[in-house]
């Protein structure tokens, strides 16, 4: 396997500065707005930035070998391109739908011997699945699952009645309970590319903590929202190293069967060419006597690049051949000078190295070939 042609940069090979490895992920413009003082990046992340930096430009093997095996961030725009191919996007819709597919059922503890207490039960299990309909829970969960497996990271956001779609409103917390969420305020829920988000501060500087590497916010598209009202899932979490690169998500399934995928589509081509060229008509002549050059070509004729055969009569003659063998016609040549055979490779094999290949493929995400 040629590791060179899965790397995540330009073919220039490692990036000019080591710490591309580790610098937090660059949004779009436009994503990240302009922060109020309060809510500022914590100042000890571009500290451990900066260190994880220095380590970098001390180990070019392992760097090396991040870059060309793939393993770097390959990016949203390359990820989504990479998830209009079948053998990128199944999987993940697969596992999606899988998670979503038997959906749940809701129950109550108070369900049970008193008449009242069930009849009440069912009426608030009844309001609870009618609410679910509303808000497409089930559909919003599978794109959620699919975002995650797609890019390495998925978000749902929280729509609340009256609440403008600014920072000054979004960035504030959502308390649920007597004194926060009144009843009936949710509005709607809806997923978010996370190309469009990208987080504006977090804890580095304590482990023991509990939000260390965990933003407290996320900008999108300029708004900036509170963690509690964006839903968030990495399906494949990277080491916190990494995490500032990722976008603070993680590896997509996209990203973990690249190499696998490459190698089936290798495969599967060069077994579709052996197919199609799996026999060869062989015609033997003779070039130098039936396909000789005129003599009487004249003194300013030029010489044939192949001596004295004309390559033109070799390839016309070729050509006919092709022509017969293909429409299953007659062969005609000539018995004293020409002899015709065939070639035949043999295909036997083939199914089995193109079912090994599609096995590992399907054996990164887990899923039977059956399926």
Same mark, same amino acid.
Not at 6 to 19: A, E, Q, V
Not at 120 to 144: D, M, P, S, Y
Not at 196 to 203: A, D, I, L, Q
Not at 277 to 292: A, C, I, P, R, Y
């Given at each position: ?19 591309? /490895? ?5 949004? !779009? ?42 393993? &770097? ?22 596992? &999606? ?12 503890? +108070? ?10 039960? /069912? ?6 699945? +009618? ?29 609340? +009645? ?16 007597? *004194? ?22 977090? *804890? ?27 839903? %968030?899932?990495?399906?494949? !979490? ?6 500032? /690169? ?19 589509? &290798? ?5 579709? %060419? ?5 026999? +060869? ?36 003659? &070729? ?53």
């Amino acid at each position: 396997m040629n590791l060179r042609s899965f790397r995540g940069h330009s073919s220039g090979g490692l990036p000019s500065d080591p710490r591309l /490895a580790f610098d937090a992920y660059m949004p !779009p413009e436009g994503v990240r707005g302009k922060a109020p003082d309060a809510l500022a990046m914590d100042s000890g992340s571009l500290e451990a930035v900066a260190d994880m930096g220095g380590w970098a430009a001390t180990v070019a093997p392992v760097l090396r070998d991040y870059f060309e095996d793939g393993l &770097a961030f390959l990016g949203y725009p390359q990820l989504a391109q990479m998830a209009q191919r079948a053998e990128f996007r199944k999987p993940c819709e697969v596992i &999606a739908r899988e998670a979503t597919r038997e959906w749940i059922e809701i129950r109550s503890d +108070k369900q049970g011997a008193d008449v009242g207490e069930n009849d009440g039960a /069912a009426q608030r299990i009844g309001e609870i699945e +009618k609410e679910f309909e509303r808000l497409n829970v089930r559909r919003v969960i599978r794109t959620h699952v699919l975002h995650g497996l797609l890019y390495g990271l998925g978000h749902v956001w929280i729509g609340i +009645k009256d609440a403008a779609l600014t920072t000054q409103a979004q960035s504030q917390p959502l308390v649920i309970g007597e *004194n926060g969420m009144r009843k009936g305020s949710l509005e709607r829920l809806a997923n978010i590319e996370p190309i469009w988000t990208t987080p504006n501060s977090y *804890n580095a500087n304590n482990p023991l903590a509990r939000n260390f590497y965990k933003p407290d916010n996320w900008w999108v598209l300029g708004t900036m929202v509170d963690s509690s009202r964006l839903l %968030t899932t990495i399906p494949y !979490p990277v080491s916190q190293i990494l995490v500032p /690169a990722f976008n603070f998500g993680g590896q997509s399934l996209i990203q973990l069967l690249r190499a696998y995928v490459h190698n089936y589509l &290798a495969t599967r081509n060069s077994t579709a %060419t052996i197919v199609r060229n799996f026999s +060869k008509l062989v015609l033997k002549t003779d070039m130098t006597g039936n396909m000789q050059t005129d003599i009487g070509a004249g003194m300013d004729a030029q010489p044939m690049p192949y001596g004295d055969v004309d390559m033109a009569s070799v390839q016309g003659r &070729a050509a006919y051949m092709q022509d017969v063998s293909e429409g299953q016609g007659t062969i005609v040549v000539d018995k004293e000078r020409e002899d015709a055979s065939i070639i035949a490779t043999p295909l036997s094999g083939l199914d089995s190295l193109q079912a090994q290949s599609m096995e590992a493929m399907a054996s990164i995400p887990g899923i039977p070939l059956e399926h």
